[in-house]
C-alpha cells in the first residue's frame, strides 16, 4: 500500500496494488517438487549422481559420492572434485568439462576415482545440461558409473587375444619345422604321413593339458603320463616317478614331442621292441640354495644291444634341440649298449624365469 498525500503532506488516502501470484507460487512448487523427486531418484540409484551449476560449479551429491570418496560436501563442492581423480587422468578430463560448458553439450570421459581406502576405480562420467523454456543452461546433472570390472574384462581380452596370436605363431612354427624335416627325412610318403601325424597327435595332446590349465603351466608328472599313456600297456615296463614341478607352455610343448621321440625310438628299436625291457622315467629336485637344481632321466633297460647310429636323425636332434632351448641346459643323449640314455639338468630359477617371460 502507498499513501497518497495532499498539497500540505498530509496522507489522505492509500493506494493499494494487488498482483495474483498464483501460477509463479505453483511454478516454485513444481519446481521444489521436482527437485525433492530428483533427490530421492538420485539417492536410490547405485551410481555417483551429481549437479552443477551452469559455470560448471559442483553444487550437489547423492550419498553414494560421499560414502565411496569418504569426502564431505565441503571437500568437493565446487571444483574441489578434482582431488578425487588421478593424477593421469585429471587434464582430459577438466579438458572434457571445460569444452563441454562451452558449447552445452554432453559431458562424457572415463578416469579413475579414488576410493577412501585409498585404492582407485575406473568410471564413466555424463553430463547433460539441463535448460529452460528460453532455451538458457539452469545446471547441469551428472553421474560417476563404476566401469572397473569392465575395463578390466577388456584388458584381459586383449591380452588374450595377444596370448593367442602368440601361441598360433610359436605352434605354426613348430609345426611347420616338424613337417619340413619330417617330409626331408622319410623315405617314402607313407612313412613321412605316419611319422608326421605321430608327431602332430603328441603335440596336440600337450596343448590338451596346457588349455585344462589355461596356458599358464603344466604338471611335469601330467605332460608325461599323457605322451606314455598309450605304452602303458599295465605290463608295469615303464616306471615314471617324480615331484611336483611344473612347466611353461613351451616348456611342456618341448618335453612331449621330446618323449613322443623317445618312446617312439624305444617302440621300434629299444626296450619297448623287447618282452624284457623297461623304461626308467624319473626326475628330482635338489634341496641346495640358492641354485635348486632339476634333474631329468629317461634310462631303457633289458632291449636289444644299442650301438651308436651312423647318423643322427631329425628326432635326435629334435629331443636335443628343443630340449636344450627351452629348459636352458644342455641334453646329453647316450647310446650305451644296454640302453638308451637321455638326461638334463637346469635349474629350476630357469624354469620360473622361462614361464614368467611367456606372460
Avoid at 157 to 174: D, G, I, P, V
Wanted: with cysteine; charged share 25%; net charge negative.
Amino acid at each position: 500500500m502507498t499513501p497518497i498525500r495532499d498539497a500540505d503532506g498530509k496522507p489522505e488516502r492509500l493506494l493499494s496494488v494487488s498482483r495474483d501470484i498464483t501460477e509463479s507460487r505453483r511454478a516454485e512448487l513444481a519446481l521444489r517438487e521436482s527437485e525433492a523427486r530428483f533427490k530421492t531418484y538420485a539417492q536410490a540409484m547405485p551410481n555417483q549422481v551429481w549437479s552443477a551449476a551452469p559455470d560448471g560449479r559442483l553444487d550437489w551429491f547423492n550419498d553414494q559420492v560421499f560414502s565411496y570418496s569418504g569426502l564431505t560436501f565441503e571437500d568437493l563442492a565446487g571444483n574441489k572434485w578434482a582431488q578425487m581423480v588421478h593424477a593421469e587422468d585429471i587434464g582430459p578430463a577438466a579438458g572434457s568439462w571445460n569444452k563441454a560448458l562451452e558449447a552445452g553439450t554432453q559431458y562424457q570421459v572415463e578416469f579413475r576415482l579414488r576410493r577412501q581406502d585409498g585404492s582407485w576405480r575406473w568410471h564413466l562420467a555424463r553430463a547433460l545440461p539441463i535448460r529452460d523454456a528460453a532455451g538458457a543452461i539452469t545446471h547441469w546433472i551428472g553421474t560417476n558409473t563404476d566401469i572397473d570390472d569392465r575395463k578390466a574384462a577388456e584388458a584381459q581380452q586383449q591380452f588374450l587375444a595377444r596370448e593367442l596370436e602368440h601361441r598360433m605363431k610359436n605352434t605354426m612354427a613348430m609345426v611347420g619345422a616338424i613337417a619340413s624335416q619330417t617330409f626331408r627325412t622319410a623315405s617314402t610318403k607313407e612313412e613321412a604321413r605316419t611319422i608326421f601325424d605321430a608327431r602332430l597327435r603328441a603335440l596336440n595332446q600337450a596343448h590338451d593339458v596346457l588349455v585344462a590349465s589355461s596356458w599358464t603351466s603344466a604338471p611335469m608328472s601330467i605332460v608325461i603320463h599323457g605322451v606314455l599313456a598309450p605304452y602303458l600297456t599295465g605290463e608295469g615296463r615303464i616306471h615314471i616317478n617324480g615331484p611336483a614341478v611344473d612347466l611353461s607352455a613351451k616348456q611342456a610343448l618341448s618335453l612331449s614331442l621330446a618323449l613322443h621321440e623317445l618312446a617312439t625310438n624305444a617302440t621300434k628299436y629299444g626296450a619297448l621292441s623287447a618282452p624284457a625291457g623297461t623304461i626308467d622315467v624319473s626326475w628330482d629336485c635338489t634341496t641346495s640354495e640358492p641354485d635348486r637344481m632339476l634333474r631329468f632321466d629317461w634310462k631303457e633297460r633289458g632291449g636289444p644291444t644299442v650301438e651308436t647310429p651312423s647318423r643322427r636323425g631329425f628326432g635326435s636332434r629334435l629331443i636335443e634341440s628343443t630340449l636344450s632351448t627351452d629348459f636352458g641346459t644342455s641334453v646329453k643323449v647316450e647310446y650305451l649298449p644296454e640302453g638308451v640314455v637321455c638326461s638334463f639338468e637346469t635349474r629350476l630359477s630357469d624354469l620360473a624365469e622361462a614361464a614368467e617371460q611367456e606372460k
